[in-house]
């Protein structure tokens, strides 16, 4: 169908499943466990109703929003998501450049078929990027890692903290099973196409605590960000170790079961904060489940700056590649809101 009759990012979602093959649609897809957290991630966010306000002169809205000093156009920003080949056979870089002429931060995965490199060459000049990093078991090549994304030119640096074992996902160890593929964790090198979420797991250090925050911050000039935060407490931590910003989230419902969605433990956080006096400690962004303009004004009424989003990137750039992905940036929103040119982005 012509993008135009794509009028949401369910209808991204439909037509993902038919391009995608069986297993990028299983990898993409997939929650752990049951996939109660990933259900929750969206009843949570149905489950928070408005109360809206009338007579308020709303003919101009700016939606454009600084994250770490860096301009935003909106306060939505490309999450990481490994594996962008599966979907389409580019990778990241249809991502890149999607983000780059809507004016918005993509955060650029360790684990992304592109190399760190390939993104970096794909932007436009002003435009930014957020590193994510898993911290691999061999430190040096993590400090390595971190200091080729500071040299060239990351934003931040967002350290993944919800994944010391990888989450069960069923459905994606199913289609590699009946596909009776490699085992790749058994393989020395793993070639980053192949074998999805299990191949991942030996990348990640395991061992990894607050401690660690110490040497991965004198690493680097770069602001950090802790993606995975899940209660008050945590939040309270990484406040008093001088994160400068932390992401709730559950990573979209596919590590812990059962784990709450981030718009719930957002409340949470805002008030440990409080309590502790840290409320202007850190930034604060959300992800998972966030489908709708509706889901993005109720975290940020609720005290988030600004929300990731993964699987819509990943199905509008497998369905439409660039195009899809720049349309999906916009949906929804009125075309006057979109303000890219208050940036001066071309
Ligand atoms: C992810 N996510 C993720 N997070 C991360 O820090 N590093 C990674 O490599 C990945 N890889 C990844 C792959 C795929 C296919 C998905 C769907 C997700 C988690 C991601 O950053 C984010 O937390 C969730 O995707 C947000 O939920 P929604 O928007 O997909 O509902």
Request: with cysteine; charged share 20%.
């Amino acid at each position: 169908p012509p993008l135009s009759s794509i009028l949401n990012t369910f209808d991204f979602e439909s037509i993902a499943k038919e391009v995608l093959s069986p297993d990028a649609w299983a990898y993409y897809s997939s929650g752990s466990g049951d996939e109660i957290t990933l259900q929750e991630n969206h009843q949570a966010f149905n489950r928070i109703f408005m109360k809206p306000r009338v007579l308020v002169n709303v003919k101009k809205v700016d939606t454009s929003v600084e994250l770490l000093g860096t301009a935003s156009a909106l306060p939505i920003y490309i999450t990481a998501t490994a594996l962008g080949k599966l979907g389409h056979p580019e990778g990241e870089v249809v991502l890149t450049r999607a983000a780059g002429t809507r004016g918005i931060i993509q955060m650029i995965p360790t684990l992304a078929s592109c190399s760190i490199d390939e993104m970096v060459a794909a932007k436009l000049p002003q435009q930014a990027q957020w590193f994510q990093l898993y911290v691999n078991p061999n430190r040096n090549l993590t400090i390595d890692i971190i200091q080729k994304a500071e040299k060239l030119g990351v934003k931040a640096l967002v350290v993944t903290i919800d994944a010391p074992q990888l989450g069960r996902r069923e459905k994606d160890m199913r289609v590699k099973f009946e596909n009776d593929a490699p085992d790749v964790q058994a393989t020395e090198s793993l070639s980053r196409n192949e074998g999805a979420a299990r191949a991942i797991a030996h990348f990640i250090d395991p061992s990894l605590s607050w401690d660690d925050l110490k040497w991965i911050k004198a690493c680097s000039n770069l602001p950090l960000i802790l993606k995975g935060i899940q209660c008050g407490e945590d939040a309270v931590l990484a406040a008093q170790a001088g994160i400068e910003a932390i992401i709730i989230s559950n990573h979209g419902g596919r590590q812990l079961d059962t784990s709450r969605s981030a718009v719930e433990v957002l409340q949470e956080v805002t008030q440990a904060l409080k309590h502790s006096k840290l409320e202007n400690a850190l930034e604060i962004y959300i992800d998972g489940g966030i489908r709708r303009g509706t889901d993005i004004f109720k975290a940020l009424a609720l005290g988030a700056k600004a929300v990731g989003l993964g699987r819509p990137f990943l199905y509008a750039m497998s369905s439409y590649g660039q195009r899809g992905v720049e349309h999906l940036i916009v949906i929804g929103l009125n075309d006057r809101i979109y303000c890219a040119k208050s940036l001066k982005l071309p």
